[in-house]
């Protein structure tokens, strides 16, 4: 079946330490996003992708990094530099081109991300 | 700039009441599109409608409907005979310029049996 995968699910960190949370689509989407949810907030834009090594900061970018080697993968790296990293992150894909603003996004089952 | 507002950050209704999540938009673009997504508690978001600036016919879908105003700015979303299958968390969303989506900080609806 189509769709995208995050791994983990859930994920513990050390203060001082990065992780990498994983995204994987094979919906053969040109763009990809990563958004942010805390409590009680929408999801916030943190990178996203238009083409394979291509990606823009979103509008809270500092402390994470991307890259985007391959169309199918988006993994995101949280570095030591983030200051308040426990949240619920969520990757996201849709088609790009002159049909990207009427196409919806999907969604993967998000990775929640708790430092101790 | 753009930006949503959802109002209501929790609504509790009984099963079976009719129950209307309010969304209020802001955008200088004349073309537009906007979505809602529903959040179960599993985390996912789940895409229910889009919709773009050109059609204000409002759309039902089974017990949903939504109401486009463009007058007022607004893209409400309305739930007929609510069911406990319903409760989650309710996003209204703006497409941004980058491709992204602008969401509301959505609106947690309970139904309770």
């Known amino acids: 079946d189509g769709g995208i995968t995050q791994s983990p699910k859930y994920l513990f960190r050390k203060e001082g330490q990065n992780v990498t949370l994983s995204c994987e689509q094979n919906?053969?989407?040109?763009?990809m996003y990563w958004y942010r949810q805390d409590p009680g907030q929408g999801l916030r834009l943190i990178y996203y992708?238009?083409?394979?090594?291509?990606?823009q900061k979103g509008d809270i970018a500092e402390g994470y990094s991307v890259s985007r080697e391959k169309k199918e993968s988006f993994p995101l790296t949280v570095t030591s530099a983030q200051k308040n990293p426990t949240a619920f992150y969520l990757c996201?894909?849709?088609?790009?081109?002159?049909?990207?603003?009427?196409?919806?996004?999907?969604f993967g089952p998000g990775t929640r991300l708790t430092v101790l | 700039a753009q930006k949503v507002t959802q109002a209501q950050t929790e609504i509790s209704v009984v099963e079976k009441e009719d129950v209307t999540l309010d969304c209020v938009y802001e955008t200088r673009d004349t073309t537009y599109y906007l979505f809602w997504y529903k959040q179960p508690p599993s985390g996912e978001l789940v895409f229910l409608i889009r919709?773009?600036?050109?059609?204000?016919q409002n759309e039902i879908s089974g017990r949903y409907s939504w109401n486009f105003q463009k007058s007022t700015s607004s893209f409400n979303f309305t739930i007929t005979a609510s069911q406990v299958v319903d409760s989650a968390v309710y996003f209204c969303a703006l497409r941004g310029s980058q491709g992204n989506l602008i969401f509301g900080k959505g609106t947690k609806l309970s139904v309770k049996p």
């Open positions: 919709r773009n600036s050109f059609d204000e």
């Open positions: 919906l053969n989407h040109d763009a």
């Open positions: 992708s238009q083409i394979v090594n291509d990606f």
């Open positions: 996201a894909s849709n088609l790009a081109g002159y049909t990207s603003s009427y196409n919806e996004q999907f």
